[in-house]
């Protein structure tokens, strides 16, 4: 099985920052890919960015220019940071990443357990 623990989430000011983290820990033999979702209230959960495996990245054109996605050099751990926030960017973020187990030796995808973004003054 694979763990993921997100942290970094709450409330801040409009034009404010807040870094996510999520760490992946388990029985993996590669990551695909490691990516950050959210969904507001009443809304679908959408994609926000994507980074790959090898280190290339995507974002949704609502974040560009704002956030960036990385991760640490053993490429288990990945984080968002973001900066000038909205209150349009007010949601649940999810970390998703898509691996193969070792045991058994498959692909799937794993869903980390949310956590609370808040943009207001």
């Known amino acids: 099985q694979v763990q993921l623990v997100e942290s970094g989430g709450g409330l801040v000011q409009p034009g404010g920052s807040l870094r996510l983290s999520c760490a992946a820990s388990g029985s993996i033999f590669s990551i695909n890919s490691m990516n950050w979702y959210r969904q507001a209230p009443g809304k679908q959960r959408e994609l926000v960015a994507r980074?790959?495996?090898?280190?290339?990245?995507r974002y949704a054109d609502f974040v560009k220019g704002r956030f960036t996605i990385s991760r640490d050099n053993a490429k288990t751990t990945v984080y968002l940071q973001m900066n000038s926030l909205l209150p349009e960017d007010t949601a649940v973020y999810y970390c998703n990443v898509v691996v193969v187990t070792t045991t058994p030796m498959q692909e799937g995808d794993y869903w980390g357990q949310g956590t609370q973004v808040t943009v207001s003054s």
């Open positions: 980074i790959g495996r090898s280190g290339s990245t």
